[in-house]
Each structure stands twice: as structure tokens, then as C-alpha cells.
């Protein structure tokens, strides 16, 4: 036969036990740290102290992996601003970079100015026009601005002012140039060091190429090609003596001597060129 225990028995030894617990705490309080438990509490401490640590090891990862998924918008949107504020210093610096190019390009430029004697004038390349047929550029100055076909058209520095071309079209306010690499351009030049002259002309996108130089002439590797001044009947030709066309890349023999021919480089980088001085020469078509 099963005996049930009554239920008030139970809630009896369930007081009972939470009296005793009240007043070991109460005891445990009020003698501190030499308390009759303060032993074993501080045994108890010890024991978990390590249980504590490794269980701490394992739940603080795990915490702040939710904490970090917690704030990761905020990350996000600080990485974009980051990344925003980076590309804008980069553009900063490469505008500062084309600004101080472009200032030197103009002080040179203006010096290039004042040690020319032919009166000049300054002018910004506003286009380009490049194909099989024909290399020249646009200016933005032109009639009004007292300038006329045939006139020669410099860049570079007063220590090296390079040639660049002629005009060959003019209107009130611009002006095409035919570059001295275009095919159908052709200017007297002369060797610096031996002083040789020769025709200097365009092959398009190929370096320059200098003809009837003299045969045997002793040509310097690197030597620099200047324009050749020169008068017909009385009429000078149409650029200056001693601006620079280039340097001699390399001498290339033919089947016979008077074949042979000089390879020239030129001297101005017309894929960078943004301004240019047109030389008033007395000689124009008008």
C-alpha cells in the first residue's frame, strides 16, 4: 500500500530550510570576513576563480561579436565617410598638382616672351585635330588679335624655345596650326654641333625625318636640330634661326649616300601642350 506524503509536511520542511539559510546568511553578515563561513566563502571563491576565467574567456568573444553587429551600420557609414574624405583630399592634391604645372608652364612661357625680339603672342590650346590626313591644333586667338598664316608658333623656355608649327588658317578669334610633325610640313634645320643643314620633315606620328644632309657628315648621337635662318631674293624664310626642332635620334643608311637620313625626336611633347606663343613675323599672306 503507497503512502502519500501529506503536502503540509513539505511546505513545514521547505520553511524550515529557508530559515536556516536566512540565518546562516544573516550570522554570515554580521561576523564579515571572520564570520563562522567566511572560510569556506573564501574557499568557495577560489574554486570558481578559474571557472569564472575561462567561462569569461568564452562568453567576452561571443559578446562583443554582438556588440559589433550591434554598431555595424555606424562602422559602415564611418568607412564611407573615411573613404569620401580620401577621394576628396586626392582630387585636392591633384588639382593643386595641375594648378602649380599650369603656373609654371605660363612663367616660362613669359619668359620665353620677353627674350624673343619678334613681338608675340600668347595664346591657349582649345583643340586638336589628329588623323591620317592632317596634325595640327586650335588656338583661341586669331585676326583680331593681330595674327596671320604663316606665322611660326613656339613653345618651351627662354633657354630652349622649341618650335611647334605654323599657322595655316586664321579667323577673328582663332587660329589653326599645322604641327611639324604633319606630313605635309617641312622646315630648314641645322645640326648644332657639326652646323650641316638639312630638311627637316613630318612623318605623322614617327619621329622627324632630316634629309640632304651632306654625305659622311659625322652626326652626334643626341645632338640638337635648330632651325635654319635663310633669305631668298631678300625675303627671310619663315621661322627664325636657333629654335629648337628636336634632337637626332639615330642615323639611318640608304643604298647609296645621298639616301642616307637623320631620325629626329622633337623637342615639344605635343600630346601636353596647353599654351603656345605665335611669333609676329613681318612675313604673313595675311
Do not use: C
Amino acid at each position: 500500500m503507497v503512502t502519500r506524503q501529506h503536502p503540509r509536511g513539505t511546505r513545514l520542511l521547505v520553511v524550515l530550510l529557508v530559515s536556516i539559510s536566512l540565518a546562516v546568511i544573516t550570522l554570515d553578515y554580521r561576523e564579515g570576513v571572520s564570520g563562522p563561513l567566511a572560510g569556506l566563502g573564501r574557499t568557495a571563491l577560489a574554486a570558481m576563480a578559474p571557472l569564472q576565467s575561462a567561462t569569461s574567456a568564452v562568453i567576452r568573444p561571443i559578446e562583443n561579436f554582438f556588440v559589433g553587429i550591434v554598431h555595424l551600420p555606424s562602422l559602415a557609414g564611418d568607412n564611407q565617410r573615411l573613404q569620401r574624405e580620401v577621394r576628396d583630399l586626392r582630387i585636392q592634391i591633384q588639382d593643386q598638382t595641375y594648378v602649380q604645372s599650369q603656373l609654371d608652364h605660363l612663367q616660362q612661357l613669359l619668359g620665353l616672351q620677353q627674350s624673343l625680339s619678334p613681338p608675340s603672342v600668347a595664346a591657349l590650346v582649345i583643340g586638336s585635330d589628329v588623323s591620317n590626313f592632317q596634325w595640327t591644333i586650335t588656338i583661341n586667338k586669331g585676326s583680331d588679335d593681330g595674327l596671320a598664316a604663316d606665322m611660326p608658333v613656339v613653345a618651351g623656355s627662354p633657354d630652349a624655345p622649341a618650335l611647334v608649327g605654323k599657322i595655316v588658317r586664321v579667323s577673328p578669334n582663332a587660329s589653326q596650326v599645322q604641327l611639324i610633325i604633319d606630313d605635309q610640313a617641312a622646315v630648314a634645320g641645322r645640326l648644332s654641333t657639326s652646323g650641316e643643314t638639312g630638311l627637316v620633315q613630318g612623318q605623322g606620328d614617327g619621329p622627324l625625318k632630316m634629309t640632304l644632309v651632306t654625305p659622311g657628315t659625322q652626326v652626334q648621337g643626341d645632338e640638337t636640330v635648330v632651325t635654319q635662318g635663310y633669305a631668298v631674293n631678300g625675303q627671310s624664310g619663315l621661322f627664325p634661326p636657333g629654335i629648337v626642332i628636336g634632337r637626332v635620334s639615330r642615323v639611318v643608311p640608304g643604298a647609296s649616300e645621298l639616301q642616307e637620313f637623320v631620325t629626329v625626336e622633337p623637342a615639344v611633347d605635343f600630346s601636353a601642350l596647353d599654351f603656345v606663343l605665335v611669333l609676329q613675323t613681318s612675313r604673313s599672306r595675311g
